[in-house]
């Protein structure tokens, strides 16, 4: 429970080196689906005030594997957040109750803010459309399974690339690691931010636009679809401006690399078709179930040891 220092969080991918990121890989692909008691007697707070299916369940899952409780909310209904508590004392009661906070929360830097003030580690499962690095963490794993490495990589990423951040996260890992090439595929209203985008290429990123998914589907070793994320677009009528505008089908996979896999963080709604499904190149599925193990590297590495730092 909380220590008079702060804890090692995991707040953005940002924090994490290259050799950091690989060790959380290495420790995942170690412990598998395997159930272990290693977390028997700690309690971790899932402190959900976003829907969620994947992160929340995968974490409640990790957790059970080895032999953890969890404690928390999946909504902020029948808690005292609807009677006004803030989320400082939100985080100061679950500290007194746990030994590890997982907060996801619509707020951009709402998990950094929480992190500061935490005794406990506190992982980050999503805040605004800033970061989600346990995701990105996931879909590295995904990727060196599928790819066998994770440099000298073209990835396009496609959908919402201004509010999404899955794809921030991403990008901002896939920089730290060797000649990967980003190919960014965006309707203009949701593109890829600016800032972003030359703060990557100052990293020695190498980044590309397109408009057409059948411009670059047979070029790329990875295509990383999301959706188009309705509860972040200003308007309906901005929504209906964008829906549909890039849906991936089994017919736009034809001609693609032999070992080329789409990865979607999921949820979908209809950006994916579902004959795409049943193709070799369909991999989102078993994206998802990756994040057991991963989940449960970080919380090994965040409350059992000091191995990752928290911060560069
Ligand atoms: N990928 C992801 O964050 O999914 P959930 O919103 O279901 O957790």
């Known amino acids: 429970m909380a220590t008079a220092t702060r804890a090692a969080s995991l707040v953005s991918i940002r924090d994490l080196s290259r050799a950091e990121m690989e060790r959380v890989l290495e420790v995942a692909a170690e412990m598998g689906h395997a159930r272990s008691d290693e977390l028997h007697g700690k309690q971790v707070a899932l402190l959900f005030y976003e829907p969620s299916t994947r992160t929340r369940n995968s974490f409640l899952t990790a957790v059970h594997q080895m032999g953890g409780t969890v404690c928390g909310f999946d909504n902020t209904e029948g808690t005292s957040v609807q009677k006004g508590e803030t989320l400082h004392d939100t985080i100061k009661m679950f500290e007194a109750y746990s030994d590890a906070i997982v907060l996801r929360h619509p707020r951009d830097g709402a998990a950094r803010w929480a992190a500061d003030l935490s005794g406990v580690p506190l992982i980050n499962a999503g805040d605004g459309k800033n970061q989600h690095p346990t995701q990105t963490l996931l879909d590295l794993f995904s990727m060196r399974a599928t790819q066998g490495r994770l440099d000298n990589l073209h990835v396009a990423l496609t959908g919402d690339l201004k509010y999404g951040r899955t794809v921030h996260s991403l990008a901002d890992a896939l920089a730290e690691f060797r000649g990967n090439v980003l190919h960014l595929v965006a309707p203009p209203t949701l593109e890829f931010p600016a800032q972003h985008a030359a703060e990557l290429r100052a990293r020695g990123m190498e980044i590309h636009q397109h408009r057409r998914l059948e411009d670059i589907a047979r070029e790329v070793d990875v295509l990383y679809v999301t959706r188009i994320q309705r509860e972040r677009l200003p ?31 999921l949820p979908r709604v209809d950006e994916i078709a579902a004959d795409v499904d049943a193709t070799k190149h369909a991999y989102y599925f078993e994206q998802a179930r990756n994040g057991i193990p991963v989940r449960k590297a970080l919380l090994r590495l965040l409350m059992l040891t000091d191995e990752l730092a928290g911060e560069k």
């Open 235 to 265: 308007d309906e009528t901005e929504y209906e401006k964008v829906r549909g505008s890039y849906r991936l089908t089994a017919a736009t996979l034809e001609g693609a690399k032999d070992n080329m896999r789409v990865l979607h963080p």
